[in-house]
């Protein structure tokens, strides 16, 4: 963060107030969120016997407001809360293929896969090929060979990870960006289609009927969507075999890990789903797209893919959204916006491309404008099935409980039986200049010893 001197003697100022310590332990507690919620009342710990109040303490002991981290999954919002979503989803992730969290370690055994899905292409773009460790040409054609727009078709250059090109269409105008942005529209429908035909290739290849499949196995899974640079998200999945019962109960033998990967690799290509608005765009069947990457997850972590593995890579792009595409943060409010923002050709092309389909009747339910930003993706960045594991909500009720528990055992209260109770309101969000200083101190001391 660059100070001004502005903001360094507004600091000094606040250092000189009697208030300081209590003040700066009210930011330093938040461990460098940059943008916290303000609280305004007051708790307190109750004996349930008595009713007698044992501690308490209110807004008033900060400056007058409580700060609480923002919770933001997304690291390019606030890396600190972020760092905190991608250990929560580390270990809900971890805890659907090797047990814990409440999830039966025998889950450990059941057949697993690890999945990608990928969209399919809707123009030729500039991409970094790597083969046995050295960069290919982007896309080797024949030389002359050119579209009907005049470009040409192929590209010869190796690119590097940080070409600005990488992404982009060799030519803007035969990319098909409102296929683009419906397919991006429909990602989360395609994939509750994906999940129902996945069922009915189980039940195929193990000549069940698809009531006697539901009898004999439980499907489960989590997955995450991530950017590319051409600004389509892909799933990684993980994707398991139960039993009967759930994660505590064992497939049955005809389950296997090789059986699920055929089924799924089958079940992608029969996904289809019709787009709305023939009469704007014309008749578009939307699928997934041809490149399916389907790996076994080592048995009780031990391989090359291992349960560690898939769960740090599921959760590193649990925190991660558009931005990666070169997309923006927040919502777009008005088509002037569009003019001025910061971003590439590509995506602006997108972004303009939702707002104009957004703005059509036959393409009304689809939300484009509200997405726009998103470029046109509107689904949830991590979702599992009920049973896979445990849950987010779960593990931070379980963190909570814990601060708590060190909390009155600080008090001397660990004995006795008590409950909290108490008031608080909104009162506003972020920092003062000054405050802000302090935030990003602490933010560069955790960076610096790895947090």
């Known amino acids: ?45 109750v004996d349930t016997g008595s009713g007698e109040v044992l501690w308490s303490y209110g807004s008033s002991a900060y400056g007058g407001r409580l700060l609480v981290a923002c919770g933001n999954r997304r690291a390019s919002v606030c890396p600190t809360c972020a760092g905190v979503y991608r250990a929560d989803t580390y270990q809900l992730i971890r805890a659907g293929l090797v047990g814990g969290k409440s999830t039966p370690t025998e889950v450990g055994g059941h057949p697993r896969v690890f999945a ?18 050295r960069v290919r040409v982007c896309r080797p054609r024949r ?55 996945l069922r009915r290739e189980l039940a195929r290849l193990a000549g069940l009927s698809r009531a006697e499949l539901a009898d004999a196995v439980r499907l489960s899974y989590a997955k995450v969507a991530e950017y590319q640079r ?23 033998g005809w389950a296997t890990t090789e059986l699920l990967g055929d ?20 008749r578009r069947v939307l699928r997934f797209g041809t490149q399916v990457d389907v790996r076994p997850i080592a048995e009780f972590g031990t391989g090359d893919l291992t349960s560690a593995a898939v769960a740090g890579y ?60 998103m470029l046109g993706y509107g689904g949830h960045f991590s979702t599992k099935s009920r049973r896979y594991s445990t849950t987010l909500t779960a593990l931070r009720e379980a963190r909570t409980e814990h601060r708590a528990e060190e909390q009155r055992a600080a008090l001397g209260l660990g004995g ?35 947090a």
């Not at 963060?1 to 606040?14: E, G, I, S, Y």
């Open 1 to 45: 963060m660059n100070a001004t001197p502005k903001d360094v003697a507004a600091l000094l100022a606040r250092a000189a107030e009697p208030e300081f310590s209590a003040w700066r332990r009210n930011i330093v507690r938040l461990n460098g969120c940059t943008n916290p919620v303000h609280l305004v009342g007051a708790s307190a710990f």
């Open 116 to 133: 990608t899905l990928t969209a399919p292409g809707f123009g030729a773009v500039h991409t970094r090929r790597e083969r046995e460790g």
């Open 143 to 197: 030389a002359g060979e050119r579209c009907p727009h005049g470009v040409p078709v192929g590209c010869r250059e190796r690119h590097s990870a940080d070409d600005s090109r990488l992404g982009e269409p060799l030519c803007p105008r035969c990319y098909d960006y409102a296929g683009a942005v419906l397919w991006q529209a429909h990602a989360g429908r395609l994939w509750h289609r994906f999940a129902l035909e």
């Open 230 to 252: 051409r600004g389509l998200v892909h799933f990684h999945a993980v994707i398991r075999l139960d039993g009967p019962e759930g994660p505590q109960s064992a497939p049955p």
């Open 263 to 282: 089924a799924v690799r089958e079940s992608v290509g029969r996904v289809r789903l019709a787009a709305p608005g023939a009469a704007v765009v014309g």
């Open 314 to 373: 599921i959760a590193k792009y649990a925190t991660k959204g558009a931005e990666v595409a070169g997309a923006v943060d927040g919502r777009i409010r008005h088509a002037r916006e569009l003019v001025v923002l910061p971003v590439r050709r590509h995506v602006l092309r997108m972004m303009g491309t939702c707002w104009w389909l957004g703005g059509l009747a036959d393409f009304e339910p689809l939300g484009l404008r509200r997405w726009a930003h």
């Open 416 to 450: 006795r039986t008590v409950v909290a109770a108490g008031q608080w309101r909104y009162a506003g969000r972020g920092y003062s200049p000054a405050a802000a200083l302090i935030a990003a101190s602490v933010r560069e001391g955790g960076e610096r010893h790895g």
